[in-house]
C-alpha cells in the first residue's frame, strides 16, 4: 500500500469538505476521483500533498505519515499537474521541466539529458525546449506540464482535472498518450476529473466522492458492472454496456492474419500474388522501422479487372484506443479492418470489425446474467 | 541667442552645479521611493495579508489625482525647507505610483500559477524570487517609470522650498524676467527628463523576462 | 490669528481662486479633446503615424510642468500673452495630449475585428459602424484618457499663479515665500481636495457612459 488515507476530514471555516474518508491507493495504479463539483475531490488530492492541511485523521505514504515531512520536502518528491495555466509563462519549457531538479541541485548536465528524455517521453521534439509556454498550443502545454511533474522521477503523481481545458478531439490523443507514458513509468497517479468517459478510460480504479463521503471506490470494471446505488448510476449515465466497451483497449484484440506486410519498395507483381493467395484485401507498407507509411488496396472493377491502389494516409487505431473509439472510427471510414499503431506510430496489426461485436455481444451476456 | 550664450559663458559653475543638485536630487529620491515602495508591495501582497494589499490599492489609486504642488506645500509646512524636505516630498509622491502597480502587479498574478509552484515544491521566498516579482517586473518597471518622470518634473518644483537643482534656475529666470535663465534651466530640464525615460525606456526591456514579450 | 479667524478672513480670496482654478481647467478642456480626440481618430488606423504621434507627446509629457510654463513664457511673451491664462491653457492642453490622444487610438483599436466584421455582414454602413459600434464600445478608455487630462489638469494649474493666472497656487506660493503655514496648508489640502473630487467624480461619469454590457458585474 502507497498511500493511505486515515479518518480524512477537512472542516473550511463550518463547512465539511471532506468527512471521514477512508482510503488505500496501490503502488502502479492510475486512480481517479470524480463527483459533482464541491464533492471534496479536489480538496483530497490537495490534502496528499498538504497544499490543504487535514482538519483531522492522517495521511501515510509508504507508512509515514505526511505531517511529519517538511512540506516543502514532500511536494518536491510528488508530481503536481493542474490546468495548462500552470506553466510558468516567464520560464522556456526547459526551464519549466528544470524547476524541480534545479531546487534539488541537479548538475546542469543531468538536467539537459533528463529534459531531453522526458520532452521524448512526452512525445515533443528536442526544439521545443527553447520555447515558451504562449508559443505552445494548450494540448503542447499540458504535455510539458506533465514532463515538468516527471522532471525529478517522483513516486506519485497528482493531476488536478489537467485536460480539462483541451478540446474533445485533443483530448482523447492526450489521453492516449498519456496511457502509453504510464506504460512506461508505472506511476501512482491520482486524478482529478468530472468527466465520466474520462474517468473509465483512464482509471485502473475509481473513486466516486458526493458530499465530501466516498460513495464507492473499486475497480472500473466493477463499478461498471456493479453500482453500488442510484447515485453512481446517474452518474455512469444510460449507457452502461457501451461504457463497459470502452474498457477494452484496441491491443488486446490486435490480430495478424488477413493482410500483406511490404516493404516501400517491394515488386508489385509478387505483392500482388501474395494478397490473392492469402485474401488479403489490403497491403500494408512499412519502413525499415515498422512504421506505418500507407497502404494498397486490391479493388475489383465492374468489368472484373483487379487493380491496385494506393492509399498514403490510411485511417490508424491507436492500441490505446478504447474498443468504442476504434469501433467509430470504423463507422466513420466504412473500414471492417483498420491497422493498429503504437504511439509512435508503429505498426501493431490489424483490428477487426467482427472481433468488436463479438466483444459486445458478450459484455451483453454478462450483464443478463448478473442482472438476473 | 546671443544672450543664452553670453549666460551660459558667464555662470557655467552655477548651471552645471544646479543641473548636479538636480540629478543628485532626482536620484537620491528616485532609489528610496523605489526600495521602499517594492518593499511595500511585497509585503502587503504576501500571504494572508492580501486584503491590506486592496486596501492599500484603494488608497494610492486615489492617491495619484493629488497635485504634486500640494505634497510639496504639505511636507514644507511638517518638516521645514532644505534638501532634506525636497527629497522626502519627492519620495512621498513617487512612492504612490510604485507601491500602487507593485501591489497591483503581484495580486494580479493568478492563484492557480501560485498553487502550481508550491505543489511543485517551491518556499515562499522561491515563489516571490523566481516567480511572482519576474513576472510582475513589467508591471513594476511601469509603476518605476512613472515615478521617475514624476519625480523628475517635481525636482523642479522642489526649488520652492529649497531643494535647489533647475528650477532654482527657472524661479530665478521667472522673478527677473530674464527669458535667457528661462530657457537654459527648461531646455536641461527637459532635457534630463527625456534622457532619463529613455535610460528606463530601455532597462524596461532588458529586465522584462523573454517569455512575458512573445505574443501567439 | 486662529485657523477658523483665518479662514474668514480669507473666505473671499479663497473662493475666487478655487474658481479661477476650476476656470482654468474648464477652459483648456475643449482644446484638450478637440485637439486629442480628432487626433486619436485620425491615427487610429495609421499605426506608423501613431507610433510617432504617441511616442512625440509622450516626450511633451516628460518635460516638467514648471518647466513647460516657463517656455510658454518666453514663447507667447513676443504676442503679449506671455502672462495671465494663454500660457496655463496652452500648457494643460499640450499636456493632455498624450493622455487623451493615446487612449482614444487604444479605444479605437481595441475593438475586436471580429465585432467590425459581425457589424458589416450585418449590412451597417462605415459610418455606421464607426458611430453604433466603435464608438459606444470606445467611449469608456476615451473617457479615462479625459479624466487622466483632468486630474493632470488640476496639478498643473497649480503653477498658473506664477504666470499671472491666480488660481490655488496662490496660496502655496505666497504661503511659502511669506512663510504662512495656514495660507500653504489651505492652499493643499484644497488642491488635493480638487483633484481626488474631479478623479472621483469622472470615474462616476465613466459609469454612467459605459454601456450595460461592457460593464463586469462581479
Same mark, same amino acid.
Given at each position: 500500500?502507497?498511500?493511505?488515507?486515515?479518518?480524512?476530514?477537512?472542516?473550511?471555516?463550518?463547512?465539511?469538505?471532506?468527512?471521514?474518508?477512508?482510503?488505500?491507493?496501490?503502488?502502479?495504479?492510475?486512480?481517479?476521483?470524480?463527483?459533482?463539483?464541491?464533492?471534496?475531490?479536489?480538496?483530497?488530492?490537495?490534502?496528499?500533498?498538504?497544499?490543504?492541511?487535514?482538519?483531522?485523521?492522517?495521511?501515510?505514504?509508504?507508512?509515514?505519515?505526511?505531517?511529519?515531512?517538511?512540506?516543502?520536502?514532500?511536494?518536491?518528491?510528488?508530481?503536481?499537474?493542474?490546468?495548462?495555466?500552470?506553466?510558468?509563462?516567464?520560464?522556456?519549457?526547459?526551464?519549466?521541466?528544470?524547476?524541480?531538479?534545479?531546487?534539488?541541485?541537479?548538475?546542469?548536465?543531468?538536467?539537459?539529458?533528463?529534459?531531453?528524455?522526458?520532452?521524448?517521453?512526452?512525445?515533443?521534439?528536442?526544439?521545443?525546449?527553447?520555447?515558451?509556454?504562449?508559443?505552445?498550443?494548450?494540448?503542447?502545454?499540458?504535455?510539458?506540464?506533465?514532463?515538468?511533474?516527471?522532471?525529478?522521477?517522483?513516486?506519485?503523481?497528482?493531476? &488536478?482535472?489537467?485536460?480539462?481545458?483541451?478540446?474533445?478531439?485533443?483530448?482523447?490523443?492526450?489521453?492516449?498518450?498519456?496511457?502509453?507514458?504510464?506504460?512506461?513509468?508505472?506511476?501512482?497517479?491520482?486524478?482529478?476529473?468530472?468527466?465520466? $468517459?474520462?474517468?473509465?478510460?483512464?482509471?485502473?480504479?475509481?473513486?466516486?466522492? $458526493?458530499?465530501?463521503?466516498?460513495?464507492?471506490? &473499486?475497480?472500473?470494471?466493477?463499478?461498471?458492472?456493479?453500482?453500488?446505488?442510484?447515485?453512481?448510476?446517474?452518474?455512469?449515465?444510460?449507457?452502461?454496456?457501451?461504457?463497459?466497451?470502452?474498457?477494452?483497449?484496441?491491443?488486446?484484440?490486435?490480430?495478424?492474419?488477413?493482410?500483406?506486410?511490404?516493404?516501400?519498395?517491394? &515488386?508489385?507483381?509478387?505483392?500482388?500474388?501474395?494478397?490473392?493467395?492469402?485474401?488479403?484485401?489490403?497491403?500494408?507498407?512499412?519502413?525499415?522501422?515498422?512504421?506505418?507509411?500507407?497502404?494498397?488496396?486490391?479493388?475489383?472493377?465492374?468489368?472484373?479487372?483487379?487493380?491496385?491502389?494506393?492509399?498514403?494516409?490510411?485511417?490508424?487505431?491507436?492500441?490505446?484506443?478504447?474498443?468504442?473509439?476504434?469501433?467509430?472510427?470504423?463507422?466513420?471510414?466504412?473500414?471492417?479492418?483498420?491497422?493498429?499503431?503504437?504511439?509512435?506510430?508503429?505498426?501493431?496489426?490489424?483490428?477487426?470489425?467482427?472481433?468488436?461485436?463479438?466483444?459486445?455481444?458478450?459484455?451483453?451476456?454478462?450483464?443478463?446474467?448478473?442482472?438476473? | 541667442?546671443?544672450?543664452?550664450?553670453?549666460?551660459?559663458?558667464?555662470?557655467?559653475?552655477?548651471?552645471?552645479?544646479?543641473?548636479?543638485?538636480?540629478?543628485?536630487?532626482?536620484?537620491?529620491?528616485?532609489?528610496?521611493?523605489?526600495?521602499?515602495?517594492?518593499?511595500?508591495?511585497?509585503?502587503?501582497?504576501?500571504?494572508?495579508?492580501?486584503?491590506?494589499?486592496?486596501?492599500?490599492?484603494?488608497?494610492?489609486?486615489?492617491?495619484?489625482?493629488?497635485?504634486?504642488?500640494?505634497?510639496?506645500?504639505?511636507?514644507?509646512?511638517?518638516?521645514?525647507?532644505?534638501?532634506?524636505?525636497?527629497?522626502?516630498?519627492?519620495?512621498?509622491?513617487?512612492?504612490?505610483?510604485? !507601491?500602487?502597480?507593485?501591489?497591483?502587479?503581484?495580486?494580479?498574478?493568478?492563484?492557480?500559477?501560485?498553487?502550481?509552484?508550491?505543489?511543485?515544491?517551491?518556499?515562499?521566498?522561491? !515563489?516571490?524570487?523566481?516567480?511572482?516579482?519576474?513576472?510582475?517586473?513589467?508591471?513594476?518597471?511601469?509603476?518605476?517609470?512613472?515615478?521617475?518622470?514624476?519625480? !523628475?518634473?517635481?525636482?523642479?518644483?522642489?526649488?520652492?522650498?529649497?531643494?535647489?537643482?533647475?528650477?532654482?534656475?527657472?524661479?530665478?529666470?521667472?522673478?527677473?524676467?530674464?527669458?535667457?535663465?528661462?530657457?537654459?534651466?527648461?531646455?536641461?530640464?527637459?532635457?534630463?527628463?527625456?534622457?532619463?525615460?529613455?535610460?528606463?525606456?530601455?532597462?524596461?526591456?532588458?529586465?522584462?523576462?523573454?517569455?512575458?514579450? !512573445?505574443?501567439? | 490669528?486662529?485657523?477658523?479667524?483665518? =479662514?474668514?478672513?480669507?473666505?473671499?480670496?479663497?473662493?475666487?481662486?478655487?474658481?479661477?482654478?476650476?476656470?482654468?481647467?474648464?477652459?483648456?478642456?475643449?482644446?484638450?479633446?478637440?485637439?486629442?480626440?480628432?487626433?486619436?481618430?485620425?491615427?487610429?488606423?495609421?499605426?506608423?503615424?501613431?507610433?510617432?504621434?504617441?511616442?512625440?507627446?509622450?516626450?511633451?509629457?516628460?518635460?516638467?510642468?514648471?518647466?513647460?510654463?516657463?517656455?510658454?513664457?518666453?514663447?507667447?511673451?513676443?504676442?503679449?500673452?506671455?502672462?495671465?491664462?494663454?500660457?496655463?491653457?496652452?500648457?494643460?492642453?499640450?499636456?493632455?495630449?498624450?493622455?487623451?490622444?493615446?487612449?482614444?487610438?487604444?479605444? =479605437?483599436?481595441?475593438?475586436?475585428?471580429?465585432?467590425?466584421?459581425?457589424?458589416?455582414?450585418?449590412?451597417?454602413?462605415?459610418?455606421?459602424?464607426?458611430?453604433?459600434?466603435?464608438?459606444?464600445?470606445?467611449?469608456?478608455?476615451?473617457?479615462?484618457?479625459?479624466?487622466?487630462?483632468?486630474?493632470?489638469?488640476?496639478?498643473?494649474?497649480?503653477?498658473?499663479?506664477?504666470?499671472?493666472?491666480?488660481?490655488?497656487?496662490?496660496?502655496?506660493?505666497?504661503?511659502?515665500?511669506?512663510?504662512?503655514?495656514?495660507?500653504?496648508?489651505?492652499?493643499?489640502?484644497?488642491?488635493?481636495?480638487?483633484?481626488?473630487?474631479?478623479?472621483?467624480?469622472?470615474?462616476?461619469?465613466?459609469?454612467?457612459?459605459?454601456?450595460?454590457?461592457?460593464?463586469?458585474?462581479?
Amino acid at each position: 500500500m502507497l498511500i493511505e488515507l486515515k479518518n480524512i476530514t477537512k472542516k473550511f471555516d463550518k463547512q465539511t469538505a471532506v468527512k471521514d474518508l477512508n482510503m488505500k491507493i496501490e503502488k502502479g495504479s492510475i486512480t481517479m476521483f470524480i463527483g459533482p463539483s464541491g464533492c471534496g475531490k479536489t480538496t483530497t488530492l490537495k490534502m496528499i500533498n498538504r497544499l490543504i492541511e487535514p482538519t483531522s485523521g492522517d495521511i501515510l505514504i509508504h507508512g509515514k505519515s505526511v505531517v511529519d515531512m517538511e512540506a516543502v520536502k514532500l511536494r518536491r518528491s510528488i508530481g503536481y499537474v493542474i490546468q495548462e495555466i500552470g506553466l510558468f509563462p516567464h520560464f522556456s519549457v526547459y526551464e519549466n521541466i528544470a524547476v524541480v531538479p534545479r531546487l534539488l541541485n541537479w548538475e546542469e548536465k543531468r538536467i539537459k539529458e533528463r529534459v531531453d528524455e522526458l520532452l521524448h517521453l512526452v512525445t515533443l521534439d528536442p526544439s521545443y525546449a527553447q520555447k515558451y509556454p504562449m508559443q505552445l498550443s494548450g494540448g503542447e502545454q499540458q504535455r510539458v506540464g506533465l514532463a515538468r511533474a516527471l522532471a525529478a522521477d517522483p513516486e506519485i503523481l497528482l493531476m &488536478d482535472e489537467p485536460f480539462g481545458a483541451i478540446d474533445p478531439i485533443n483530448r482523447l490523443k492526450l489521453h492516449d498518450s498519456f496511457l502509453e507514458i504510464q506504460e512506461e513509468i508505472k506511476k501512482t497517479i491520482i486524478f482529478v476529473t468530472h468527466d465520466i $468517459n474520462e474517468a473509465i478510460k483512464l482509471g485502473d480504479k475509481i473513486a466516486i466522492m $458526493n458530499k465530501g463521503t466516498l460513495v464507492q471506490y &473499486d475497480e472500473t470494471d466493477e463499478i461498471l458492472h456493479n453500482p453500488k446505488n442510484e447515485f453512481v448510476e446517474n452518474l455512469l449515465g444510460r449507457d452502461r454496456s457501451l461504457k463497459a466497451l470502452s474498457l477494452e483497449k484496441t491491443k488486446g484484440f490486435v490480430t495478424h492474419e488477413g493482410y500483406v506486410i511490404t516493404g516501400p519498395n517491394d &515488386d508489385q507483381g509478387s505483392l500482388r500474388e501474395k494478397m490473392k493467395k492469402t485474401r488479403s484485401e489490403q497491403a500494408f507498407i512499412l519502413d525499415e522501422n515498422g512504421r506505418l507509411l500507407g497502404r494498397k488496396i486490391l479493388v475489383t472493377k465492374k468489368t472484373g479487372k483487379q487493380e491496385m491502389i494506393q492509399d498514403s494516409n490510411p485511417v490508424v487505431v491507436d492500441r490505446n484506443n478504447n474498443l468504442v473509439e476504434a469501433l467509430s472510427k470504423m463507422l466513420e471510414s466504412g473500414e471492417h479492418q483498420l491497422p493498429v499503431v503504437s504511439g509512435r506510430g508503429k505498426f501493431m496489426g490489424v483490428i477487426n470489425l467482427s472481433h468488436i461485436f463479438a466483444e459486445v455481444t458478450a459484455a451483453e451476456a454478462k450483464n443478463t446474467i448478473k442482472g438476473a | 541667442m546671443a544672450k543664452i550664450l553670453t549666460y551660459f559663458l558667464q555662470n557655467q559653475a552655477r548651471i552645471l552645479t544646479s543641473t548636479w543638485e538636480h540629478f543628485y536630487l532626482f536620484a537620491v529620491s528616485t532609489f528610496l521611493s523605489v526600495v521602499i515602495g517594492i518593499f511595500t508591495g511585497i509585503f502587503v501582497t504576501g500571504e494572508g495579508r492580501e486584503r491590506i494589499g486592496r486596501i492599500l490599492l484603494t488608497i494610492t489609486g486615489a492617491a495619484q489625482a493629488v497635485p504634486s504642488m500640494a505634497v510639496v506645500a504639505l511636507v514644507f509646512i511638517f518638516v521645514g525647507i532644505g534638501f532634506a524636505p525636497a527629497v522626502i516630498a519627492l519620495v512621498i509622491y513617487s512612492l504612490v505610483p510604485i !507601491i500602487f502597480n507593485t501591489t497591483s502587479g503581484l495580486l494580479s498574478i493568478s492563484p492557480k500559477l501560485i498553487e502550481a509552484a508550491k505543489g511543485t515544491g517551491l518556499t515562499n521566498l522561491q !515563489i516571490l524570487w523566481r516567480i511572482k516579482l519576474p513576472i510582475a517586473v513589467p508591471v513594476i518597471m511601469a509603476g518605476i517609470r512613472s515615478a521617475a518622470t514624476i519625480n !523628475i518634473g517635481t525636482a523642479t518644483v522642489a526649488a520652492v522650498i529649497g531643494g535647489g537643482g533647475l528650477g532654482d534656475l527657472i524661479y530665478t529666470g521667472l522673478k527677473l524676467q530674464r527669458t535667457e535663465i528661462i530657457i537654459i534651466g527648461t531646455f536641461l530640464a527637459a532635457f534630463i527628463a527625456i534622457l532619463v525615460d529613455i535610460l528606463i525606456a530601455q532597462a524596461e526591456k532588458v529586465i522584462t523576462p523573454k517569455g512575458l514579450k !512573445i505574443s501567439r | 490669528m486662529g485657523f477658523w479667524e483665518f =479662514l474668514q478672513a480669507y473666505q473671499d480670496k479663497i473662493i475666487l481662486e478655487f474658481f479661477r482654478h476650476i476656470k482654468i481647467i474648464l477652459f483648456s478642456l475643449p482644446f484638450a479633446v478637440l485637439l486629442s480626440v480628432p487626433l486619436g481618430f485620425c491615427i487610429s488606423s495609421r499605426p506608423k503615424m501613431a507610433k510617432i504621434v504617441i511616442y512625440l507627446s509622450s516626450v511633451l509629457m516628460t518635460i516638467p510642468s514648471l518647466a513647460l510654463f516657463a517656455i510658454m513664457v518666453v514663447l507667447l511673451a513676443p504676442m503679449k500673452l506671455g502672462l495671465g491664462m494663454t500660457p496655463a491653457i496652452l500648457a494643460i492642453t499640450l499636456y493632455s495630449l498624450l493622455p487623451i490622444t493615446r487612449n482614444t487610438y487604444i479605444a =479605437l483599436n481595441q475593438v475586436s475585428p471580429k465585432t467590425i466584421e459581425a457589424a458589416r455582414g450585418l449590412g451597417l454602413s462605415s459610418s455606421q459602424i464607426l458611430w453604433k459600434i466603435k464608438i459606444p464600445l470606445s467611449i469608456p478608455v476615451i473617457m479615462a484618457g479625459i479624466r487622466n487630462a483632468l486630474v493632470l489638469g488640476v496639478s498643473v494649474a497649480t503653477f498658473a499663479s506664477l504666470v499671472g493666472a491666480g488660481g490655488l497656487g496662490y496660496f502655496i506660493f505666497s504661503g511659502i515665500s511669506r512663510a504662512n503655514l495656514k495660507m500653504v496648508a489651505i492652499g493643499a489640502v484644497i488642491v488635493s481636495g480638487l483633484g481626488i473630487g474631479v478623479n472621483y467624480l469622472m470615474l462616476l461619469l465613466e459609469d454612467v457612459l459605459t454601456p450595460m454590457g461592457l460593464k463586469n458585474k462581479s
